[in-house]
């Protein structure tokens, strides 16, 4: 695609950027196939390529981003099957990054959206506020109905039934392993999982410690900016991303690490791309070092000499998360290592469409949601699955919302398959104790 950026725009790194990646778009349409919200609404300009043009005129032209643009910038998901899709490689998540960032310097939303995407950036990020705020909308559940605003009646229906208790595992400390030390790693224990959901990374630390896993919680962490970065909120995204690059430094050099695990895969998207967000900063060394180290979960398992065929017959259903397939590339990993300890994997059709969940997307742009939701659930349930697996705690409580059937992340049924617990989410229980000492 041709462009005509000034050499002065092209002396800014983000314009510089965009411009490569619009240069390597040759309009060839194949990212509309793939577009959940091109499949929903039908319209060109909820796709890739209809986002493309009005992200090139809005850049080129240096004007301050209007209602049109944000109209359908916003509909994005960022799920990213587009960059999956694309036969010339055109790195729409950049591109899509900065004109957030754009939208949000230049454009002046309506007071309620002003006041509703500050209250989100100001809660969700923050596990204990996160909490209260959970606690708020169960109470207003019953009163979701009267509510004025689809947004606000999203944000009352998704509050969860049950609020699991505070785990004290997800306090900086670390983890021995049993046996054998084979690898010393950082755990990221992320912001709203560790408000929605405590099993998981219990059932992480349980799985890591037994396959000879040094596991570190290092001091300072905390959400990975993803969030707001979404937002287009730079500043806030990047000094989130700051304190988590010095906290996992401070342990590399400390005692050095092989890896950040990371079992939330829209975090790892995030924090992978860490060394592109500081390309350009002071801490840049630092930042490449942290996007080197940080792995999916199921990358630091394939690593690890997990048994084989020891697992309870089970039929599972495995969702991709979008974050995980498309924004990380790592496809088969998660059912590879759920075939491997014996459990029967089956996959939904059209897996690589979104459920819709994408951060805050269900809370902002709930109608769209709603019917990805349904086409998930639907594809899901057609394979008449006893569990669901998914490796993303939003696509987990999207999903959920929807369905009957269990479902828990990849990493608690390995961790049931190879010695502990049964999912809380598959007994009804949740689990009283998780006999994991603090030693730090």
Not at 149 to 159: H, T
Not at 358 to 387: C, D, F, H, W
């Amino acid at each position: 695609m041709q462009t005509t950026f000034t050499e002065e725009q092209l002396k800014v790194p983000a314009i510089k950027r965009s411009n490569e990646i619009l240069r390597s778009c040759v309009h060839c349409g194949f990212c509309t196939a793939t577009c959940p919200t091109y499949q929903v609404l039908g319209d060109e300009l909820d796709s890739p390529r209809g986002r493309i043009y009005l992200i090139k005129d809005m850049l080129e032209n240096d004007r301050p981003a209007d209602a049109k643009t944000v109209k359908h910038i916003d509909r994005c998901l960022s799920c990213l099957a587009c960059m999956t899709t694309c036969p010339s490689g055109v790195h729409y998540m950049h591109l899509v990054d900065h004109a957030r960032a754009h939208i949000e310097k230049t454009y002046k939303r309506p007071l309620f959206e002003r006041v509703l995407r500050w209250t989100l950036a100001q809660i969700l990020p923050y596990p204990m506020r996160f909490r209260v705020a959970l606690l708020g909308a169960k109470m207003g559940r019953p009163f979701a109905r009267f509510m004025p605003d689809p947004r606000l009646r999203a944000m009352l229906e998704m509050a969860p039934k049950t609020i699991p208790p505070v785990s004290r595992n997800d306090d900086p400390q670390t983890f021995e392993p049993k046996g054998e030390k084979k690898m010393r790693v950082a755990l990221m224990t992320g912001c709203a999982q560790r408000a929605l959901n405590t099993d998981i990374n219990d059932a992480t630390i349980r799985l890591l410690q037994r396959f000879g896993c040094e596991i570190v919680v290092a001091e300072g962490m905390g959400c990975c900016g993803a969030l707001v970065h979404h937002m287009g909120k730079e500043d806030e995204s990047h000094a989130a991303a700051a304190k988590n690059i010095k906290a996992w430094m401070a342990e590399d050099r400390n005692g050095g690490l092989d890896a950040i695990v990371i079992n939330t895969s829209g975090c790892g998207t995030t924090v992978k791309d860490y060394g592109h967000m500081f390309r350009n900063d002071a801490m840049a060394e630092d930042a490449a070092r942290v996007s080197d180290l940080a792995m999916d979960v199921s990358e630091v398992l394939m690593k690890l000499d997990l048994p084989e065929g020891v697992a309870t017959e089970l039929r599972v259903a495995y969702h991709a998360a979008c974050s995980l397939q498309h924004g990380q590339q790592i496809k088969t990993l998660p059912k590879d290592l759920l075939k491997r300890v014996g459990y029967e994997v089956v996959e939904p059709r059209d897996s690589h469409l979104c459920c819709g969940s994408a951060g805050t997307y269900n809370l902002m742009q709930p109608e769209i949601s709603k019917e990805l939701k349904a086409r998930k659930v639907k594809s899901l349930e057609e394979k008449s699955p006893e569990v669901i697996a998914a490796g993303n705690i939003g696509c987990m409580m999207q999903i959920g919302s929807g369905t009957d059937v269990p479902i828990v992340h990849t990493v608690e049924l390995l961790d049931w398959a190879t010695g502990g617990p049964k999912p809380p989410a598959m007994t009804g229980e949740r689990a009283i104790s998780s006999e994991i000492p603090n030693l730090r």
